[in-house]
T-cell receptor
């Protein structure tokens, strides 16, 4: 039983397309996050939600829109994909902010 | 500003040698520090946190507020320790967990 699951695992798409990545956690955690890992393996926070409420919104283009229908889900929708969006996107959750995070296995997005 | 620095991109040691992965942070408040590990083709997982003061898989890390460091150490490296290690710093003010650039540890036989 995977604690934090992301779908899809791999996503290859053309520039200009709109795509979504889904994330679900079955740990009962209150807080969920999206991180972006670039080609140099640098991990940067994008968003965090606490009980469906947006808490952190880093300097991310507004083409990226997170949506949390309930506290177990945090999806990431990306409009008008660009080459620079190619990265691995990780979802994570924690019971409290700054508790040990449980990460998903990542979604490798390739924009061609 | 909240920042984490891992000065080494790659650390290569032989099996049985001691390992020290460096991490420095900059923050004026009370830091919460963590080490995460990512084995090849696996998800990122929590290795240890400074508040628990525990040893996991033989690794320890001591918070040194004077030097603003949280170096990860292991006295005898094993091949299965080869992975990417991330130091992370959390702030209760910002609610953010900021990661360092990561250090790849390569343990050679």
């Amino acid at each position: 039983d995977t604690a934090v699951s992301q779908t899809p695992k791999y996503l290859v798409t053309q520039m200009g397309n709109d795509k979504s990545i889904k994330c679900e956690q079955n740990l009962g955690h209150d807080t969920m996050y999206w991180y972006k890992q670039d080609s140099k393996k640098f991990l940067k926070i994008m968003f965090s939600y606490n009980n469906k409420e947006l808490i952190i919104n880093e300097t991310v283009p507004n083409r990226f829109s997170p949506k949390s229908p309930d506290k177990a889900h945090l999806n990431l929708h990306i409009n008008s994909l660009e080459l620079g969006d190619s990265a691995v996107y990780f979802c994570a959750s924690s019971q409290r902010e700054l508790d040990g995070y449980t990460f998903g296995s990542g979604t490798r997005l390739t924009v061609v | 500003a909240q920042r984490v620095t891992q000065p080494e991109k790659l650390l290569s040691v032989f099996k049985g040698a001691p390992v020290e992965l460096k991490c420095n942070y900059s923050y004026s408040g009370s830091p919460e520090l963590f080490w995460y590990v990512q084995y090849s083709r696996q998800r990122l997982q929590l290795l240890l946190r400074h508040i628990s003061r525990e040893s996991i898989k033989g690794f320890t890390a001591d918070l040194n507020k004077g030097e603003t460091s949280f170096h990860l150490k292991k006295p005898f490296a094993q091949e299965e320790d080869s992975a990417m290690y991330y130091c992370a710093h959390g702030s209760s003010n910002t609610g953010k967990l900021i990661f360092g650039q990561g250090t790849t540890l390569q343990v050679k036989p």
